[in-house]
């Protein structure tokens, strides 16, 4: 069974500081894509980015970033340079490769308030 | 293009009453998924559509039931309402195939309350 786990619950930061997000995944699956969502207020979830398990390639797009380790089931999420419109909730996904089926397991999520 | 459309916004029900949700995917996708969030918890997934077939069911009981049109738009019907069943419903759609197609793109959601 796919399980995926947020730790932390709240996180609030200064604007201009970056903020890490933590996801930890488990998965019997040998091929599994992980995401991160965002869910502003208007409660809308917004797909961030997505990152195929046999690609550990660790990439930047903007002020976002993520580290993806297999060895230790992690996907990590950073958001560099926050600024107030980052404030919202913000979950990992998982889903396990199976075609006519990509459900997605979601960790509990992270409320992320930016401070201006 | 327009993105995943939901209807009603909001809707408040009775218990033991039954509701009807429906969506609309992105023009192009083929398949409809349907979570349930909690406040304050992470969705759950219900079902997903593809082509017009369950393609899978996650942990719901037999009240909930869904179906996919040819137009691919879906409905989510939940019978004997709860004050359980509380919460925001989401539909998401994807292309379902290959690579990129596994994004799964979310609509803004119908918020039902139970009273």
């Known amino acids: 069974a796919q399980k995926v786990t947020q730790a932390q619950t709240e996180i609030s930061v200064v604007e201009k500081e970056d903020v890490t997000l933590d996801c930890v995944y488990e998965t019997r699956d040998t091929t599994y894509y992980l995401f991160w969502y965002k869910q502003p207020p208007s409660g809308e979830l917004v797909f961030l980015i997505r990152r195929n398990s046999f690609d550990e390639q660790n990439e930047i797009s903007g002020r976002y970033s993520w580290n993806f380790q297999k060895s230790t089931s992690s996907f990590n999420f950073t958001i560099t340079a926050s600024q107030v419109v980052d404030s919202a909730v913000y979950f990992c996904a998982l889903s396990e490769v199976d075609y006519g089926n990509n459900r997605l397991a979601f960790g509990k999520g992270n409320q992320v308030v930016v401070i201006p | 293009d327009a993105g995943v459309t939901q209807s009603p916004t909001h809707l408040i029900k009775t218990r033991g009453q039954h509701v009807t949700l429906r969506c609309s995917p992105i023009?192009?996708?083929?398949?409809v998924s349907w979570y349930q969030q909690v406040l304050g918890q992470g969705p759950q997934f219900i079902f997903q559509?593809?082509?017009?077939?369950?393609?899978g069911r996650g942990n719901f009981p037999d009240r909930f039931s869904a179906r996919q049109f040819p137009n691919y738009s879906s409905e989510l019907n939940v019978n004997a309402l709860l004050l359980g069943d509380s919460a925001l419903y989401l539909c998401a759609s994807s292309a379902l195939g290959v690579d990129s197609s596994y994004e799964q793109y979310f609509g803004p959601g119908t918020r039902l309350t139970v009273t």
């Open positions: 023009s192009g996708h083929k398949s």
């Open positions: 559509y593809y082509e017009k077939e369950e393609r």
